[in-house]
Nanobody, 119 residues
Framework: VQLQASGGGLMQAGGSLRLSCAVSGSGFSFNFAYWYRQASGKQRDMIALITSDNTTTYADSVKGRFTISRDIAKNTVYLQMNSLKPEDTAVYYC??????????????WGQGTLVTVSS
């Protein structure tokens, strides 16, 4: 299983971006996916979670502005980011948990995608 994150870029404050995390592989079932972010010099923080029953959880810092979702057919998890602020500038990572064909739970990280929000 591999995760490929994309969609980052440069955006002005108040704008929107949508990040994608494509989960590739075979013989697995989806358990959960997180989006984390890590600003320069800071720790990596969880900002959004979606579970297999589409329950979502958000960090207070993004609640009401960001939306996590998934497309089952495309094995892709999205993070819609609206009303972006300069403090949203960070490298964004997806982290997904699956159960593989041997019924073993495993988790994986994507490579990160940089989001820069200018004021």
């Amino acid at each position: 299983v591999q995760l490929q994150a994309s969609g980052g870029g440069l955006m002005q404050a108040g704008g929107s971006l949508r990040l994608s995390c494509a989960v590739s592989g075979s013989g697995f079932s989806f358990n959960f996916a997180y989006w984390y972010r890590q600003a320069s010099g800071k720790q990596r923080d969880m900002i959004a979670l979606i579970t297999s029953d589409n329950t979502t959880t958000y960090a207070d810092s993004v609640k009401g502005r960001f939306t996590i979702s998934r497309d089952i057919a495309k094995n892709t998890v999205y993070l819609q980011m609206n009303s972006l602020k300069p403090e949203d500038t960070a490298v964004y990572y997806c982290h997904a948990g699956v159960t593989d064909s041997s019924q073993i739970p495993k988790s994986y990280w994507g490579q990160g995608t940089l989001v820069t929000v200018s004021s």
